[in-house]
């Protein structure tokens, strides 16, 4: 019988294939990477399919396996899909679906919402047989002011370097209203937050929010950590399968059978994006009033990013400096008819961001977001660097973000920035017009806002150029309006990740707060051209903080 699996080492044993390195979702979403991780169907005598998002096509199209075959869902937004039609399923349970030739077994190590989405539109698929689940027999009790007091002296670290770049950006007036005001206290956020969602408690079972509620540094959180709050408690339980080296010791008695919901003692909210449901039902989660809650824990950060404003500035700051550096590698070696590829910009741009942070003593670590560095007549999809002449050259666009940490090994921020360097006056002459429309974009990024307005305006900032852009060769000449033509968000916030309550799109109901940090992007992607460009900011109370470049 087949199985259905996305969990990182069975694929990686039944497959060889490494999910985690080739696919970009993952990344992007730490808070949910379990939830789309690509998905492997694996049948008796048969190679293993994998399947994947199309916004990874390009990068697993070139691995070339001969162990694996890949089919692709969730169709990537291009302008010219009329003219070049995609095969991409409409989402991972279709394509599953169409893959499978029979009976089925679901892996129960798949995050709670995967599970049951699958479970209920499969109608052929069982329970694939797995080892009883390892309870946790560690527990730490920690102040519920742990995790803001861990955090003070890595924000008053970074503060220097921070008021330098807004120096330089022209905007330390703005930013030192933000700079200057008190730590929060982040668990009174989440009370709030929790009482509106009628929940009495909150499991955390990602490193990202594990580290929220206790202060455990993320990097030091593994497989096997959860953390329990109830709301208003004077306390945090962290729940190790082992001991963890930040907190201590643990309680001298081991914990036997632990039941989330008898320890919460009322409506627990969880982690369905991440939390197995293996995990799910050996915590006593099934048995007890659980209500999925990893949008809580998400807003949550969204919330309370403006007291990480330092590590944002930061993170925006080496991001663009390293890009630019790499387009300028580009630039001119296309201006002296040189050769030149896109690993050459991918180089530079790390060392530059090596050089950036050395240079200014910064007081963080880095660890590589997300890297595309293609060229548009390479590829409109997002894609890592090769060895791809850009002689001559259309496009190239960089869209590159790095995990901020701080010297203790919290993830304090994220970035999200997007260059492009264009090899004719049009693809200049449009590149200059996204970024002008972009700047209005963020503009309009008011509190109170959703993020379908901030779309709808944004689309409707751009269509007195729609006849220059289908003049220059930039969109198709169809007569459909931005509002509609546009398949695709043009932001969302960064809550130390890109998925995000808040995104620029149609349908987005959620609003905009004062302290948000967000980024703004215009990604233009048509037959041989893939121009982007994209700004990290902050929301204020009025007229929005830029973090990548200087006002006016």
Request: negative net charge; charged residues 25%.
């Amino acid at each position: 019988m087949a199985i259905v699996s996305n969990d990182y080492r069975t694929v990686l044993e039944r497959s060889g294939f490494d999910s985690w390195y080739h696919s970009l979702p993952p990344k992007l979403g730490i808070d949910q990477f379990r939830y789309v991780l690509p998905t492997m169907v694996a049948a008796p005598g048969r190679r293993p399919v994998i399947v994947a998002k199309e916004i990874d096509r390009t990068n697993l199209e070139s691995i070339r396996e001969d162990d694996v075959s890949f089919v692709f869902h969730t169709p990537y937004f291009t302008f010219d899909r009329a003219e070049s039609p995609t095969d991409a399923r409409p989402d991972l349970a279709s394509a599953i679906a169409e893959v499978l030739d029979g009976p089925a077994e679901l892996d129960p190590r798949f995050a709670v919402k995967l599970y049951d989405e699958l479970t209920a539109q499969l109608d052929s698929a069982g329970r694939m047989s797995r080892p009883s689940f390892v309870p946790p027999l560690n527990c730490y009790r920690v102040a519920r002011s742990a995790g803001d007091e861990l955090a003070l002296p890595a924000r008053a670290a970074a503060l220097p370097a921070a008021r330098r770049y807004f120096e330089e950006l022209g905007a330390d007036k703005q930013a030192d209203e933000w700079l200057n005001r008190p730590a929060p206290d982040s668990l009174s956020v989440l009370d709030e937050l929790m009482a509106g969602q009628g929940l009495d408690a909150v499991l955390a079972s990602n490193p990202i929010n594990v580290q929220g509620l206790s202060g455990v540094p993320a990097t030091l959180v593994g497989e096997g950590v959860w953390a329990l709050y109830v709301r208003g408690s004077s306390e945090i339980l962290v729940l190790s399968r082992r001991e963890l080296p930040w907190l201590g010791l643990p309680d001298s008695a081991p914990l036997r059978g632990v039941s989330i919901p008898r320890l919460a003692a009322g409506r627990v909210g969880y982690e369905e994006l991440d939390l197995t449901r293996e995990a799910y039902e050996g915590l006593g989660l099934a048995e007890g009033a659980a209500t999925p809650a990893s949008l809580v824990f998400r807003r949550w950060r969204e919330m309370l990013s403006w007291a990480d404003l330092a590590f944002y500035v930061i993170g925006a700051q080496v991001t663009v400096r390293a890009i630019e550096a790499a387009l300028d590698v580009v630039r001119g070696a296309v201006a002296r008819d040189e050769p030149v590829t896109e690993l050459d910009a991918y180089e530079r741009y790390r060392a530059v961001v090596a050089e950036e942070i050395r240079s200014r003593k910064l007081p963080v670590r880095v660890r590589t977001y997300f890297t595309h560095t293609h060229g548009g007549n390479r590829s409109l999809i997002p894609a890592r660097a090769t060895g791809h002449s850009l002689l001559p050259l259309t496009s190239l666009k960089i869209d590159a973000g790095l995990e901020i940490y701080d010297d203790a090994g919290s993830l304090r921020a994220a970035s999200d920035v997007t260059r492009s360097a264009l090899g004719s006056p049009a693809a200049l002459e449009a590149y200059e017009l996204l970024d002008r429309v972009l700047v209005d974009v963020m503009d309009g990024c008011r509190p109170g806002r959703t993020g379908a307005e901030v779309f709808c305006a944004g689309a409707e900032a751009l269509e007195p150029y729609h006849a220059d852009l289908v003049a220059g060769g930039f969109c198709p000449d169809d007569g459909v309006p931005f509002s509609e033509a546009i398949g695709r968000d043009i932001g969302h916030l960064l809550g130390k990740q890109e998925p995000a309550t808040v995104v620029f799109q149609r349908g987005n109901e959620e609003r905009l707060e004062p302290g948000m940090v967000a980024a703004a992007e215009l990604q233009w992607p048509f037959r041989d051209h893939c121009i982007g460009v994209e700004d990290v900011f902050m929301t204020t109370d009025a007229e929005p903080l830029n973090l990548t470049r200087a006002a006016g």
